[in-house]
T-cell receptor, first 114, second 115 residues
Framework: DAKTTQPPSMDCAEGRAANLPCNHSTISGNEYVYWYRQIHSQGPQYIIHGLKNNETNEMASLIITEDRKSSTLILPHATLRDTAVYYCIVRVPNSGGSNYKLTFGKGTLLTVNP | DTGVSQDPRHKITKRGQNVTFRCDPISEHNRLYWYRQTLGQGPEFLTYFQNEAQLEKSRLLSDRFSAERPKGSFSTLEIQRTEQGDSAMYLC?????????????FGAGTRLSVL
C-alpha cells in the first residue's frame, strides 16, 4: 500500500467545515483512497472512499486532486461528536496479494471546539 | 444486524495467564480480520480469515498467539503465557469479499491489560 502523510492534529470550531488533508504522492493507478475515523475507545469507523472522482455521502465529502497525489476529507458542519483520529489509507480493493489488510498510519487528531 | 461484536470489552490478567477473545462478524461477511492497537498508534494487522481458512498471519503474531474461525462464522484469538507487552486493544473487522470495494467494518475492540 502507498504511504500516506497526514498532519498529526487539527482544530475546528463547532459548526464550521473541517478540512483534513492527506498526501499520497506514490499512489498507483488502481489504488483507492479510504478514510476511517476512530473515536476514543471505539473501533475505527468507515467514512468514505474514492478512486479519482469526488465523492459525497451522508458523513463527508472526499476531494481528490487531478493528479491523485493528495486528497481532502471535508466534514461540512463539524460537531463535538466528530472529535476523533482520522485515518487516510490507500489500497487496491478486492485483489490478491496483501491488499486485504488496511495499513494505518498515526492519522490526524481532529478536535472540534465549542 | 448490529455490526461486529467483540467480547469481552475489557480484560485484565496477570502475566503468564492465557486469555481468549471472541469476535462475531456481520452475519453475511466471509472475511474476518484481527488487528492490534497500542496507545498512540494506528491499528496493526495481525491475521485474516476467508471463511474458515486462515490465509495470512503477520510477523507480529508470535507463537503464543493463535486464531481460529472453525465454522466460518465467529472467531477466537487466544494469547498464551501473556506478557506485559501484549497489553493493547485487539480489534476485529469483517468484510464481504467482492462487495463495494471490500470495506472493513470494525468492532469496538477488546482492551487487554497484562499486570
Amino acid at each position: 500500500d502507498a504511504k500516506t502523510t497526514q498532519p498529526p492534529s487539527m482544530d475546528c470550531a463547532e459548526g464550521r467545515a473541517a478540512n483534513l488533508p492527506c498526501n499520497h504522492s506514490t499512489i498507483s493507478g488502481n489504488e483507492y483512497v479510504y478514510w476511517y475515523r476512530q473515536i476514543h475507545s471505539q473501533g475505527p469507523q468507515y467514512i468514505i472512499h474514492g478512486l479519482k472522482n469526488n465523492e459525497t455521502n451522508e458523513m463527508a465529502s472526499l476531494i481528490i486532486t487531478e493528479d491523485r497525489k493528495s486528497s481532502t476529507l471535508i466534514l461540512p458542519h463539524a460537531t463535538l461528536r466528530d472529535t476523533a483520529v482520522y485515518y487516510c489509507i490507500v489500497r487496491v480493493p478486492n485483489s490478491g496479494g496483501s491488499n486485504y489488510k488496511l495499513t494505518f498510519g498515526k492519522g490526524t487528531l481532529l478536535t472540534v471546539n465549542p | 444486524d448490529t455490526g461486529v461484536s467483540q467480547d469481552p470489552r475489557h480484560k485484565i490478567t496477570k502475566r503468564g495467564q492465557n486469555v481468549t477473545f471472541r469476535c462475531d462478524p456481520i452475519s453475511e461477511h466471509n472475511r474476518l480480520y484481527w488487528y492490534r492497537q497500542t496507545l498512540g498508534q494506528g491499528p496493526e494487522f495481525l491475521t485474516y480469515f476467508q471463511n474458515e481458512a486462515q490465509l495470512e498471519k503477520s510477523r507480529l503474531l508470535s507463537d503464543r498467539f493463535s486464531a481460529e474461525r472453525p465454522k466460518g462464522s465467529f472467531s477466537t484469538l487466544e494469547i498464551q503465557r501473556t506478557e506485559q507487552g501484549d497489553s493493547a486493544m485487539y480489534l476485529c473487522a469483517s468484510s464481504l469479499a467482492g462487495a463495494s470495494k471490500n470495506i472493513q467494518y470494525f468492532g469496538a475492540g477488546t482492551r487487554l491489560s497484562v499486570l
